[in-house]
Each structure stands twice: as C-alpha cells, then as structure tokens.
C-alpha cells in the first residue's frame, strides 16, 4: 500500500491541474488577472481597505439592528440550537450517548455548519441590499461579497470561544496543534462558502428564486452532513460514499478528530486510506465552486446596477 504522504501530493497535483484548466477556461481576461492582481494591488490598497472595514463594520450593526440583546445572538444562536438537538437526540433518540465528550462534538459541528449557513445566506443577498450603494458609487462589487463573509467570520470567532469554553469544562485539553488544524478546517469551510456566494449572489440578482432553494438545499444537507451523528454510523456504504463527497463531512470529521481526539471520528487519514477517489472529488468541489464562482460573478458583475 502506498503512504499517505504520497496519495496526498497526488491529491495537491490534481487539485492544481483541475484548478489550472479551470483557469484557463475563463475568457474574460480581467477575471484571470484579478485572481492574481486584484487582490495584491487593489484589495490592499489603502482606498479599498477604508471601504471594506466600513462596509464589514455597517454590515455586522446592521445585522443585530433593533435587536433587544443585540451582538449577543452570535453565542446564543448556536448555543440554543444546540441545546435543542441535545435534547431531542440524546434524550429521546438515544443517539451520541457512545460518543466521547458527545457536547463538545455536537457544538463544534453545529459551529462549523452555522458559519457556512450564515455566510452563504447572507452573502446571496448582499448585492441586491447593496443597490443603492452600487449605484450612487462606483465600488468594486466582489468587496461586498468579502465584507459579508468578514462578518460571518467574526461571529465564527465568538462562536469558537463557546466551544473553547465547552471544552474546558468538560475537561478536553486544548493543543497548539489541535487549534491549528481547526484553522486549517476553518479556512478550506471559507474558500468553499466564498465560492459558493459569489455564485449565489450573482444569481440572486437576476433570479430571486435561488433563495428559496438555497434554503431547502441547506435543510437537506444539515442532515446529509455528519453534524449530529459520526458519519462511521451509517451502515451503508454507497450512502457513505455520497456523504463523503460533501466537502463539509470532511472538514467537520476532521476538525472533531484534530481537535477533541475523538477515537469516535474517522480522521482525515482514515477516510484517505479507505476512500481516496471521494476525497479526491471532494476537494476538487471545492476548487470548482471557488473559480466558477468567481468567474459567474466577474461576468454578472457589470449588469448588477440596471438588473437590481
């Protein structure tokens, strides 16, 4: 049997060759060079960096405007979902009572899926509540989309503190390196929800319907994501195979396993060594989303003020 180490480089030189012919698809020349331009020159440049802060800073008031306890519902959401989906699922569906410090598990889980949720929702409309804004100004529009996911990520930040905490109490130590795969997880969940809201964003644009199905997509994949169960629970293997293709099965069995050491969680590793071809198409999901993402939107971008 080959090492792990050699089956992941294998999985680094498809990713690239995937992401460069993806690249080169891509016709609309100020879209190939703002993946490489844009974002060293104009992003950081001290205009546009002015811009993002104030849009990330209104975006996050705005979000908990008129709200009687304010800022404080980005720890009680999930804390209150969570307290929920114990109940039901321990107490009465006798399920994660096997399972290792089962309420940390269940709120990492829960934490990880809320900040794709909320990125992804809350970015599909962040153009359309930007109209006034696109049309008074002149603004580069993806900044929008990053000034949402800014916010999602701050909630993500207090969010990580309650788990931090649930672990504390529970007695799970806290390593460097079990905190520095959780960034890791963290960072591949935000490529993935980025690339899925530049797309939706545009869409919504011209499609209000996608929020609609948006919204049934992510009830379905709650559960089709290992969040409350361990995905070593279903029996099935062709079902397990589907699940294994759902980026956020990988990352949220990952971090579980990286950072609980639960013996419960199939690593990263294990699902290497078993199932390396889902692995593999699962990643390659995740490049697929981010660069057509982004090219969907380059392309959308200029209609967005007389289409909104």
Known sequence: MESLG???????????????????IIED????????????????????????????????????QGSFIGYAWSLLKPLLLFVILYIVFVYFLKVGRDIEHYPVYLLLGI?????????????????????????????????????????????????LLVVFIFMAVNGVPVTLAGVGMLLLYVAITYVFALGISFLLSALYVRFRDVSYIWEIVLQAGFYATPIIYPLQMVKNVFIEKILILNPLALVIQGARHDLINSEQTLSFATLWGSRPVMIVVSLSIIVIFIVVGIAYFKKQSRYFAENI
């Open 6 to 24: 050699l089956f992941q480089f294998r999985i680094i030189v498809i990713i690239f060759f995937i992401t460069a012919r993806l690249y080169y």
């Open 29 to 64: 020349k100020d879209m190939r060079n703002a993946i490489l331009h844009s974002v060293s020159r104009r992003l950081f440049s001290k205009e546009n960096k002015s811009l993002f802060l104030e849009l990330v800073r209104t975006d996050f008031k705005l979000r908990y």
């Open 111 to 159: 934490v990880m899926w809320n900040f794709f949720t909320e990125m992804t929702v809350q970015s599909l409309g962040s153009i359309v509540g930007r109209g006034d804004l696109i049309r008074k100004i002149k603004i580069p529009r993806w900044m929008i989309v990053l000034a949402t996911s800014a916010s999602a990520s701050i909630n993500l930040f207090f969010s």
